[in-house]
């Protein structure tokens, strides 16, 4: 039985709402990589114990959207300034074929540890860097990167039957699969991957990329059907911009979140990236189905798509969570940063739709509705409920020991912070990571990963871009 204490924290957020978002006591106790007991403990004879003074304990993050292969690829001043569409064309789809199974492992390397140092415990990975035929199986190096740095992985398999753009001559590494070859390929990767446990370290999601531009409406209800019977979750992008609102509206005559309902798309096992774009009628549908977003804020600034309407999904009932998106459109894909705007930017979103009181409106209150602890919240139990990880999530009794422990002693940013527990999204930059633990198991100890050298990740990184900017 291995047991460790970690003692006299500043402050243990919990991932929970209300008055639980925060534990009474300052010690934690894990026990066979569960948390065990959180309140005033005292040590065992011989037990391991981690000095938690000067620090705040939260629950390690869940990031529910990545395209982990882009981490070669930011600030490509070719889509540098473009707008979603323009971008799309110009980074990942010119790019991409570019890339060898090399550079594709070290890009889920750089990305991994990235959200690693960032305190992230779980990561799902939209990844749709497939083709009919391709010579190595990206799937497993997505999850042997992630199980060799300790991380839960979670692989969204993405992919196409359609072109885009439609009717151009393609390289062959952006040729749209056959709905037969990707099922063929979905069952296989639930064979040899899916776990179903509420801990699981490895789980499959069923992800053509869009519901609107992949796959043609039967074909998705095909996917949804076979995904549901196999027990796996669906996930894809929605309503990134206002594009998805004319194309829906041009080809099936409807909004996108009502077309997702035609095609068996929605629902507590259905998440989506983005929802940037929604009328107050999808905004209620995607709440009594119980949808999920994964908010991005990042890549939704970047791309210039606008801000998604998070506190109204959530009052509709719909589940929140966070992703960081790609490297290629937010080249600060890690979860400090990117809970850090979440936090900022659904308040500034809230100040946005503020009316005047003599106007009938609420006045300046309406931006004052998203706290840290809501951040915190969706962040990490909000990232383990879309994903169906029910062991993972929040720092209560019983749950895996997934923990990111942040000082905020020894970094100025932090000091004179009346509630230091807020410290690590309130002040964003690049938070002073004690350690990450994943099912108890040590991941990250004082900012660094054991035996793994940065700088030569680095130096292999530069070569890869100079490599690939060479093969254009
Ligand atoms: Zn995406």
């Known amino acids: 039985m291995t047991s460790f204490l970690i003692r006299s924290a500043t402050a243990i957020l919990t991932g929970l709402e209300g008055s639980a978002a925060r534990a009474r006591g300052e010690d934690l106790r894990v026990r066979n990589g569960r948390i065990h007991e959180i309140g005033q403990l005292t040590p065992e004879p011989g037990e391991r114990q981690i000095n938690a003074t000067g620090c705040v304990v939260y629950p390690s993050w869940v990031n529910t959207h990545h395209h982990l292969f882009q981490s070669l690829l930011k600030g490509d001043p070719m889509g540098q300034n473009a707008t979603l569409t323009p971008w799309l064309v110009a980074t990942p789809t010119r790019l991409r074929p570019l890339m060898s199974e090399s550079d594709f492992r070290l890009a889920a390397r750089i990305g991994l540890l990235e959200l690693a140092l960032s305190g992230c415990g779980t990561v799902a990975d939209h990844n749709y860097h497939y083709w009919p035929d391709m010579p190595y199986d990206g799937s497993a190096i997505l999850f042997e990167e992630a199980a060799k740095l300790g991380l839960r992985f979670v692989l969204c398999r993405g992919g196409s039957t359609l072109p885009r753009p439609p009717d151009e001559a393609l390289p062959e590494a952006s040729r749209p699969e056959t709905l037969d070859g990707f099922l063929q390929d979905i069952q296989r990767l639930a064979r040899e991957f899916h776990d179903p446990a509420p801990d699981s370290m490895r789980r499959v999601v069923v992800a053509p990329t869009t519901p609107t531009y992949s796959m043609q409406p039967e074909e998705l209800r095909v996917t949804a059907a076979e995904a549901r019977k196999l027990g796996l979750r669906l996930h894809s992008h929605l309503s990134e911009t206002v594009q998805y609102h004319d194309f829906v509206h041009q080809h099936h005559g409807m909004k996108p979140v009502h077309f997702c309902e035609t095609v068996h798309w929605l629902g507590p096992d259905v ?47 719909a589940q929140v969570s966070i992703g960081v998106d790609g490297a290629a459109s937010n080249e600060a894909a890690d979860m400090i940063s990117e809970t850090h705007a979440a936090w900022l930017m659904q308040r500034a979103r809230g100040g946005q739709g503020a009316t005047a009181v003599h106007r009938g409106g609420q006045g300046e209150g309406d931006a004052a509705a998203t706290t840290v602890e809501d951040v915190v919240r969706w962040g990490s139990a909000g990232g383990a409920a879309v994903l169906g990880l029910d062991a993972v999530g929040t720092l209560e009794p019983g749950k895996a020991a997934d923990l990111a422990i942040y000082g905020v002693d020894r970094d100025p940013r932090y000091f004179g912070l009346h509630d230091p527990a807020i410290g690590p999204v309130a002040s964003g930059g690049t938070a002073d990571l004690r350690y990450l633990f994943v099912g108890g198991k040590e991941v990250v100890r004082d900012g660094r990963v054991p035996n793994l050298d940065v700088m030569e990740l680095g130096r292999q990184s530069r070569e890869a871009v100079k490599a690939l900017l060479a093969r254009l």
Request: hydrophobic share 40%; charged share 15%; aromatic share 4%.
């Open 271 to 317: 998440w989506f990236a983005h929802l940037v774009k929604l009328d107050p009628d999808e905004i209620a549908l995607l709440g009594t189905t119980r949808t999920g977003i994964a908010h991005c804020p990042q890549s939704n600034g970047r791309l210039g798509s606008g801000i998604a309407p998070v506190r109204q999904l959530e009052a509709a009932g």
